[in-house]
């Protein structure tokens, strides 16, 4: 069934447009989705712009040449839509929403660990947000995003140390 | 071997408290919204209504995009890029900018302002910038403090950054400006040239320089890459009103002096009082030749526009006439306000 299915012929199905095959894939996949957005762009808009991604993959679903590449693909279209964002593409719509107004469990804390996470290069600043906010393990994420297990490895490993540099910065100031 | 950051054996207390931290962050199980419901048939029975229909919507959609193009290209917005930044004293995701709008940034805090159909402007942390002009024909911000990075392409002079000491003029550019809180300020400049100002004083700044300036004054422009010794000495000759230490100082930067450093010698020239002029001439005709039209005697003598012909040779010999300049310039049409 959908559950124990591979994702390569979940994607296979959901190009024949089924939406429950899309379905499955989508709750596979919305963490690293919204994790990706979320080394990204402003808290506030992650989750508007993740319904956004999963809608671009499954309108262009057709013209994935290799479903097995299926995880790789939506994490390009996630990427590709942060940046989007910032080129006033997607800014254009006005977001009223205030920052941080969606996420009513935060502390100061909590926000400076994301400030602190944000502050890290890119490349650490993903695998870590996927590792420690939407709680993917290691082995998960080099599933998920087609990533080598010893890249995903040195990414938390490298990136776990600037973070804790970078956090007892932010304590020491 | 237990490894908890990798696969979540064992056991990490710094780790577990991190995630414990950053969990209000994490994705909430929810539907995919599918915004695009098929349409029902029932509704376009009628071929005429459905004509009328797409005619009438086909003209909103084309008077809406005309409206938003129009718009979008004077609109000025501000998007967090990281952090809870502030605008109107309001924490902020996004915001339409209006005169007089004001947006602090904390310590890791960065903004981003889509100037129009000019360019951006980013906020980097610990800084104060505030829009105090929105014209399609002319955009200017003030900055209080701290530190923005323009990428803007516009005619001259529409685009200007001031600050409490001096003011950038955008001719087409790319560039870092700062301002401390101590009144002192810098810009570095990587693409284009950016003219910056004071009262009847300037100093144009072109791709591969920069300038200092304080409330005195602003400094003459410098290569990023030239020797530290030249810049130190140079920075000190401006800047010290030591008349014994500015001496020693340009004695020093004389000797360090490059080819790609005649520009900085051509900007202090015109600008050094008459006892410094004799050397930096001479060190200056050594690295690039004067023209035959420019007289070392009118030049020592202080005579207005006696060095123009050598600017132009200056620029070719050191590659910069090859950096876009767009237009006449014009000194200072609008100083001050």
Redesign the interface.
């Known amino acids: 069934m959908d559950a124990d299915a591979k994702d390569a012929e979940l994607a296979r199905r959901a190009q024949l447009g089924d939406?429950n095959a899309f379905?499955t894939l989508?709750?596979r996949y919305?963490?690293v989705v919204?994790?990706i957005l979320?080394a990204r762009l402003?808290?506030?808009?992650v989750?508007d712009q993740?319904?956004e991604v999963?809608?671009t993959a499954?309108h262009r679903l057709r013209g994935l040449r290799d479903p097995a590449a299926f995880g790789g693909w939506l994490c390009a279209i996630a990427r590709t839509r942060a940046k989007e964002?910032?080129r006033?593409v997607v800014?254009?719509e006005?977001?009223k929403?205030?920052?941080?107004a969606t996420?009513?469990?935060?502390?100061a804390?909590?926000?400076?660990?994301?400030?602190?996470?944000?502050?890290l290069p890119e490349t650490y600043r993903e695998t870590l947000m996927l590792?420690?906010?939407?709680?993917l393990?290691?082995?998960e994420i080099a599933a998920r995003t087609g990533m080598t297990h010893g890249s995903v490895?040195v990414n938390?490993?490298r990136g776990?140390e600037l973070?804790?540099r970078a956090?007892r910065k932010?304590l020491h100031? | 071997m237990n490894d908890y950051?990798?696969?979540?054996t064992g056991r990490d207390a710094?780790?577990e408290q991190?995630?414990n931290?950053?969990?209000?962050?994490?994705?909430?199980?929810?539907q995919?919204?599918?915004?695009?419901p098929p349409l029902s048939p029932a509704k376009w029975a009628s071929r005429r209504y459905y004509f009328a229909s797409a005619t009438a919507a086909v003209l909103i959609i084309v008077a809406v995009i005309s409206w938003?193009t129009t718009s979008?290209k004077q609109?000025i917005?501000a998007?967090?890029?990281?952090?809870?930044?502030r605008i109107d004293e309001?924490?902020?995701?996004?915001a339409?900018l209006d005169v007089g709008s004001r947006i602090e940034t904390g310590?890791?805090d960065r903004v981003?302002i889509?100037v129009g159909d000019m360019g951006w402007v980013q906020v980097e942390p610990d800084s104060i910038l505030r829009l105090i002009e929105n014209r399609p024909e002319r955009r200017r911000f003030r900055l209080e403090h701290g530190e923005i990075l323009a990428r803007i392409s516009a005619p001259p002079a529409a685009f200007i950054v001031e600050t409490p000491v001096a003011r950038a003029i955008d001719l087409g550019c790319t560039y870092h400006l700062r301002f401390s809180q101590s009144g002192e300020g810098a810009i570095e400049v990587t693409e284009g040239w950016v003219e910056v100002d004071r009262g009847f004083e300037q100093t144009l700044v072109p791709a591969g320089a920069s300038a200092n300036f304080r409330p005195r004054g602003i400094s003459p422009s410098y290569m990023q890459k030239t020797s530290p010794e030249f810049r130190d000495a140079m920075l000190e000759w401006w800047d010290s009103p030591n008349p014994s230490l500015r001496s020693t100082a340009l004695a020093r930067l004389l000797s360090s002096a490059t080819k790609q450093d005649a520009y900085t010698l051509l900007n202090m020239l015109h600008r050094s009082p008459p006892e410094d002029r004799a050397g930096i001439y001479d060190r200056l005709n050594q690295l690039v030749p004067a023209p035959r039209e420019v007289s070392r005697a009118a030049v020592l003598a202080g005579e207005a526009r006696a060095e123009d012909a050598w600017w132009t040779v200056v620029e070719r010999e050191l590659g910069l006439g090859n950096i876009k300049k767009k237009g006449p310039l014009q000194l200072n049409p609008y100083w001050p306000q």
């Not at chain 1, 996420?103 to 502390?107: K, M």
């Not at chain 1, 804390?109 to 502050?119: D, P, Q």
């Not at chain 2, 931290?21 to 929810?30: C, E, F, G, K, V």
């Not at chain 2, 309001?90 to 996004?94: G, I, L």
């Open positions: 939406r379905g989508y709750q919305a963490r919204h994790g979320l402003p808290f506030a808009v989750e993740s319904q999963f809608i499954f964002f910032y006033g800014i254009e006005e977001l929403e205030e920052f941080g996420c009513v469990n935060s502390s804390e909590s926000s400076e660990a994301l400030s602190a996470l944000r502050s590792r420690l906010v939407e709680g393990t290691g082995p490895r938390l490993h776990m973070l804790r956090l932010e100031s | 950051l990798w696969d979540r710094e780790v991190i995630e931290l950053l969990a209000p962050y994490r994705h909430i199980d929810q995919l919204e599918f915004r695009e938003h979008s609109r917005t998007t967090a890029i990281i952090g809870a930044p309001v924490p902020m995701a996004s339409s310590f890791l981003r889509q």
